[in-house]
């Protein structure tokens, strides 16, 4: 992923990506828009952008669609990792990538640390 713009994966069903979105446009920048559950980041994709936010794919996992991976089941961080990249859906969103860093954007505040300028 190219690290001089700015990259969002986007789900324009969820609030706080939209409103991390608004965010990043009003601070000037058009980012990429990546709606991921359709066009899903790869297993490596994913597990890179997770390191790079310096978080757990178990934080990494949404939890409303994973929490029976999450409680039912003693998952290591392989097999979360396979279980988002077969369904998007779990991803916890939204990743943003600038040139300054990788964060998942909850809350929608977070955006701000790594947005250039």
Same mark, same amino acid.
């Given at each position: 992923?190219? !690290?001089?713009?700015?990259?969002?994966?986007?789900?324009?069903?969820?609030?706080?990506?939209?409103?991390?979105? =608004?965010?990043?446009?009003?601070?000037?920048?058009? *980012?990429?828009?990546?709606?991921?559950? !359709?066009?899903?980041?790869? !297993?490596?994709?994913?597990?890179?952008?997770?390191?790079?936010? +310096?978080?757990? *794919?178990?934080?990494?996992?949404?939890?409303?669609?994973?929490?029976?991976?999450?409680?039912? /089941?003693?998952?290591?961080?392989?097999?979360?990792?396979?279980?988002?990249?077969?369904? *998007? =859906?779990?991803?916890?969103? *939204? /990743?943003? /990538?600038?040139? !300054?860093?990788?964060?998942?954007?909850?809350?929608?505040?977070?955006?701000?640390?790594?947005?250039? +300028?």
């Amino acid at each position: 992923m190219a !690290r001089d713009k700015v990259t969002i994966w986007h789900n324009p069903a969820c609030g706080t990506s939209r409103n991390v979105l =608004a965010a990043i446009r009003e601070a000037g920048i058009e *980012p990429v828009v990546v709606e991921y559950k !359709r066009q899903p980041p790869t !297993r490596e994709e994913l597990a890179a952008a997770i390191a790079e936010a +310096g978080i757990t *794919p178990r934080q990494a996992m949404r939890r409303k669609e994973g929490a029976a991976l999450l409680d039912d /089941f003693e998952m290591d961080d392989a097999a979360l990792l396979d279980a988002m990249a077969a369904d *998007p =859906a779990l991803i916890e969103r *939204p /990743f943003v /990538f600038t040139p !300054r860093g990788v964060r998942l954007c909850r809350p929608a505040e977070t955006v701000r640390e790594i947005l250039p +300028g």
